[in-house]
């Protein structure tokens, strides 16, 4: 996948080849052969796997945003801060860019990068700002990672 659309067009044809769905499946079947997936609530998942040799990759609900259908209020980002500071392993946390998520998370390593949404197609695009925050500090940082 290039770029950020996730809609649907009428006008291209789909990217679901049946001719090759077996290969297609045996592809994403190897990478995802050691990855574990859980329908879990951020912390019992954080507490159940968290290991020395752990990464894990947060994306909660964006802050202040709506249409996520699922409740997060400011004080889960406060308390996932607060157990990412005891984490054995590491996290990388995705969310967008609001003085508040930069004072929950006061003290991490943090990135800004641009992003542009795309909404309803039409060519409409966002220009926003995204954070990408690091359980360890910056002089561990892995390089090239973005």
């Excluded at 499946?25 to 998942?45: I, M, P, Q």
């Excluded at 290991?51 to 947060?58: I, K």
């Excluded at 609001?98 to 220009?127: C, S």
Aim: hydrophobic fraction near 40%; charged fraction near 25%.
């Amino acid at each position: 996948m290039e770029g950020q659309s996730f809609g649907t067009a009428t006008t291209t044809p789909p990217g679901l080849n049946l001719l090759r769905l077996e290969e297609t499946l045996s592809a994403a079947h190897l990478r995802l052969s050691s990855t574990f997936v859980e329908h879990l609530d951020w912390k019992t998942c954080v507490d159940r796997y968290d290991r020395p040799h752990t990464l894990f990759y947060l994306d909660p609900p964006y802050w202040e945003t709506e249409g996520y259908g699922v409740p997060f209020p400011y004080e889960e980002y406060v308390a996932m801060a607060a157990r990412l500071r005891t984490l054995k392993g590491k996290a990388i946390i995705s969310l967008n860019d609001h003085p508040a998520i930069r004072q929950a998370f006061d003290g991490f390593h943090i990135e800004t990068v641009d992003i542009k949404y795309t909404v309803g197609g039409g060519g409409k695009e966002a220009a926003r700002k995204e954070v990408i925050i690091f359980s360890w500090d910056e002089a561990a940082q892995p390089v090239g990672l973005f």
